[in-house]
């Protein structure tokens, strides 16, 4: 009678509950599930750069023109290397959070402290350095002149090098002030009158012989088209209707405006995960430190976590890549 | 919860003695390919920006394999994913790089064929 018995004691069967499948706790699985979603999220982001860049191709801003600058020199153009500092600082933030996972497994509580508390550290660093480049790019460095098509023109002497428009602007008298939705009429306002006005600029650029004019447009070399004198003194006189100082989400003096959406879009999305990350990190730091996972027997929060840290720390190898670098 | 680690990278060519060495070795490694994506991405050499393969810059391509390697490393090593399971390993993987080679795929192709349409089409705004 044995054979048809039904047993139920099915415990040591894989679907039966009670074990791992693929070896991997539940939390683990789950962290996986996120970070594989949150991936595709990226990966829709960054593919839809590439369209826009495909789209105008021959007009896109190069961002190593756009990020040259570095905290505390002014007027060196070093491009990319804050970007690089900051990929550093995140790729070593990665390695003390998985020194921090080791030291868990070995149920060492000081060095698990330690190396996280270098980990939020780092953390915090790279959040303070995107506010720093987003600062920067908002405010802009030379400012251009924008034209009735949207696109921009920027200003050169006869060396090649970059002028500010204050530079060479002839100062006009005039009434202007910011005009602000309680006087006029009440849903036009301007967010802030530009430091100098576009008949400034013209005035300026007529009486200085040595400006050029560079457009947006790449020639076959990947270079910015430079126009002549006569072209330049015609395009700013037929074309342009006012002036750009900076970047925001409707006008950028470095080029398409959606170079600068995409920007802050991008990488604002990965630096809100850099803080939740940091958050995070926290919480399981004073956890640390309150001896809960000690008591628990196991450090494996430290390691879920970390898994979500070393995907941050992903994400941004490829903005880097895609973002400045391509 | 001592946990069994695979402490060989490049195929078991480089093999540490302990798992906080492999972490090392691989930071270094990263370092590496950061520093040379760094220095290519500001002295653009020329033969790197005039030559192109499959319609992209060989600058280009450079930079999205060493992304690649580091992507590589960081999943591999730092996620652990080296001491996974075979098939947790490919549930993650195969999903992404499918779906994401046919996002970038499909969108850039639509993009390219919008900028020819800008550039070259007599009708400007109908698609």
Do not use: C
């Not at chain 1, 002149?145 to 500010?164: C, H, P, S, Y």
């Amino acid at each position: 009678m044995e054979a048809t018995v039904v047993k139920t004691g099915t415990d040591q069967k894989t679907w039966d509950g009670g074990n791992k499948p693929l070896n991997a706790s539940y939390g683990k699985m789950m962290m996986w599930f996120f970070i594989v979603s949150d991936a595709l999220t990226f990966s829709g982001f960054l593919a839809s750069y590439g369209f826009s860049r495909y789209k105008f191709i021959d007009s896109w801003p190069i961002a190593d023109e756009v990020f040259t600058h570095f905290p505390f020199l002014h007027g060196v153009e070093a491009p990319m290397y804050y970007v690089a500092f900051m990929t550093f600082i995140l790729i070593f933030s990665s390695v003390t959070m998985v020194l921090a996972v080791d030291a868990g497994h070995h149920m060492k509580k000081n060095k698990v402290i330690f190396y996280l508390f270098l980990t939020i550290i780092g953390g915090a660093i790279f959040v303070g350095s995107q506010a720093w480049e987003w600062g920067t790019f908002i405010k802009g460095s030379y400012g251009a002149v924008e034209t009735k098509g949207g696109k921009i023109l920027q200003f050169l002497n006869t060396e090649g090098d970059r002028v500010a428009i204050g530079d060479f602007a002839i100062s006009i008298p005039t009434e202007r002030v910011q005009q602000n939705s309680n006087d006029g009429i009440w849903f036009q306002s301007e967010s802030a009158a530009t430091s100098v006005s576009l008949d400034e600029v013209t005035a300026g650029f007529l009486a200085n012989e040595s400006l050029l004019i560079r457009t947006q447009y790449l020639d076959e070399n990947g270079e910015r088209t430079i126009l002549s004198r006569e072209e330049s003194v015609a395009k700013l006189q037929a074309d342009g209707i006012g002036i750009v100082e900076g970047a925001n989400l409707k006008h950028n003096e470095y080029g398409t405006p959606l170079f600068a959406d995409f920007f802050f879009f991008i990488t604002g999305f990965h630096g809100f995960h850099v803080f939740s990350g940091v958050m995070i990190n926290l919480i399981i730091f004073f956890n640390v430190i309150l001896g809960t996972y000690e008591r628990r027997g196991h450090y494996e929060m430290v390691e879920k976590v970390g898994l979500y840290w070393h995907f941050v720390d992903l994400v941004w190898v490829f903005v880097f890549t895609f973002f400045y670098l391509v | 919860m001592a946990q069994e680690h695979n402490l060989a990278i490049f195929r078991g060519q480089l093999k540490f003695k302990s798992n906080v060495s492999k972490i090392w070795g691989v930071f270094l490694l990263l370092s590496i390919v950061t520093t040379v994506e760094v220095a290519l991405g500001i002295t653009k050499p020329d033969f790197l920006t005039s030559n192109t393969f499959m319609a992209l810059k060989y600058l280009n391509w450079i930079f999205i394999i060493l992304t690649l390697v580091k992507a590589y490393y960081i999943t591999w090593d730092f996620m652990h994913m080296r001491d996974e399971k075979s098939f947790l390993r490919r549930i993650v993987v195969w999903t992404l790089v499918f779906y994401i080679a046919y996002l970038i795929y499909i969108i850039l192709v639509e993009g390219n064929y919008i900028f020819d349409v800008y550039k070259e089409g007599f009708v400007k705004f109908d698609f």
